[in-house]
């Protein structure tokens, strides 16, 4: 083989490899973009370095092994670094909507009940219900899905939605044990 054709063969196979590493990397993101929806993942120390990580070697290598190519054709580099700097930012931007939706807030509990089931675990952090008289917890959550009471035991259901898992097919449930009117245990159940 001449030497100009082996460059330009060995260019070629480059480019291929680069476009399949490229192929992956995307599908790798696409697959991280799921599991953090599916999956209400928030902001994190873990989650943004499983962010950065495969960006900061994508540039990396990018930079180290794309400098050879001639200024001609430059653009390839800024197309692929772009890209690959879009598909990050979506996925933060992901991270940053679901901390949104994480934190309990009030109105949406009241007026969106199918979001509940993703602030159930800041209330629950955030405000100690055990204790409570069962009108202080009605003041704080509204009025419940459903109200049971009987000689043996006092509850107060509130629906929060789908359950919060990869293959979710049941509503959960928050529910808040009563004994005098007092909340003696609460849980999160599906069903």
Same mark, same amino acid.
Not at 58 to 65: A, E
Not at 104 to 123: I, Y
Not at 147 to 168: C, W
């Given at each position: 083989?001449?030497?100009?054709? /082996?460059?330009?063969?060995?260019?070629?196979?480059?480019?291929?490899?680069?476009?399949?590493?490229?192929?992956?990397?995307?599908?790798? !993101? *696409?697959?991280?973009?799921?599991?953090?929806?599916?999956?209400?993942? &928030?902001?994190?120390? =873990?989650?943004?370095?499983?962010?950065?990580?495969?960006?900061?070697?994508?540039?990396?290598?990018?930079?180290? !092994?794309?400098?050879?190519?001639?200024?001609?054709?430059?653009?390839?580099?800024?197309?692929?670094?772009?890209? *690959?700097?879009?598909?990050?930012?979506? &996925?933060?931007?992901?991270? *940053?909507?679901?901390?949104? !939706?994480?934190?309990?807030?009030?109105?949406?509990?009241?007026?969106?009940?199918?979001?509940?089931?993703?602030?159930?675990?800041?209330?629950?952090?955030?405000?100690?219900?055990?204790?409570?008289?069962?009108?202080?917890?009605?003041?704080?959550?509204?009025?419940? &899905?459903?109200?049971?009471?009987?000689? /043996?035991?006092?509850?107060?259901?509130?629906?929060?939605?789908?359950?919060?898992?990869?293959?979710?097919?049941?509503?959960?449930?928050?529910?808040?044990?009563?004994?005098?009117?007092?909340?003696?245990?609460?849980?999160?159940? &599906? =069903?």
């Amino acid at each position: 083989m001449k030497r100009g054709s /082996q460059m330009n063969f060995q260019h070629k196979v480059f480019s291929i490899c680069l476009g399949i590493s490229f192929v992956i990397y995307l599908a790798g !993101y *696409a697959l991280l973009f799921i599991v953090i929806r599916a999956l209400d993942i &928030t902001i994190s120390w =873990g989650s943004i370095a499983v962010v950065i990580l495969p960006g900061v070697v994508w540039f990396f290598l990018l930079r180290h !092994y794309l400098g050879w190519i001639e200024s001609r054709r430059r653009w390839g580099r800024s197309v692929l670094s772009g890209s *690959a700097l879009l598909v990050m930012l979506i &996925t933060f931007v992901q991270l *940053a909507s679901n901390q949104y !939706y994480a934190h309990f807030n009030l109105e949406r509990w009241l007026n969106a009940p199918e979001s509940r089931a993703r602030m159930v675990s800041d209330l629950l952090h955030t405000h100690e219900l055990r204790g409570l008289m069962m009108q202080d917890v009605i003041a704080l959550l509204g009025n419940p &899905t459903v109200s049971m009471h009987s000689d /043996q035991a006092n509850q107060l259901t509130y629906r929060l939605g789908i359950e919060q898992s990869a293959f979710s097919i049941d509503n959960s449930w928050l529910r808040i044990d009563l004994d005098q009117n007092r909340v003696i245990d609460v849980r999160i159940t &599906t =069903g």
